[in-house]
Each structure stands twice: as structure tokens, then as C-alpha cells.
């Protein structure tokens, strides 16, 4: 049987470095949390600067925190 995830998608922009893989986001509609880089990234992670535009997966049972996924680059 296939799993089922029960996360969600969502975008969000980064208020503040809290260290090198943590930051304070928020999403549009004014919740904050605190956004998590993924495992790994931590060359990536270390490029993200407050007023970055990121794609995090949130749980519905803890809104407390969030993975970011990547980082949403501005079109030219």
C-alpha cells in the first residue's frame, strides 16, 4: 500500500536567521514558525537571507515548524 502524506505545500518568506540551518518565516497570511533547511543543504541554507521567497512543507498537526524546500528565485 502506497504511503499517504499528510503534509502540505506552502510559501513563505524568511523574517530572520536564527542559525545556520534555522530560520523565523512567514506565511502570507501572517503565521510565523520557524523553517528548518533539509538535511544536507547546508551550503544552500547558508545563501538564504531574510526577505527570501521559500517553498516549505508544513505538517497540520505542528504549524510550529516547517522544512524548507527550496528557494523560489525571482524571473528576470
Known amino acids: 500500500m502506497p504511503r ?5 505545500e506552502l510559501d513563505a518568506t524568511l523574517k530572520a536567521v536564527l542559525n545556520n540551518t534555522a530560520f523565523r518565516a512567514e506565511l502570507g ?3 510565523e514558525f520557524t523553517a528548518f533547511a533539509v ?3 547546508a551550503e544552500q541554507a547558508a ?5 527570501a521567497r521559500v517553498r516549505v512543507e508544513m505538517s497540520p498537526y505542528d504549524m510550529s515548524r516547517g522544512r ?3 528557494e523560489e528565485k525571482a524571473e528576470t
Open 29 to 31: 497570511n501572517g503565521h
Open 39 to 41: 538535511r544536507g543543504a
Open 47 to 51: 545563501g538564504l537571507q531574510p526577505g
Open 4 to 8: 499517504v502524506s499528510e503534509n502540505f
Open 68 to 70: 524548507i524546500l527550496f
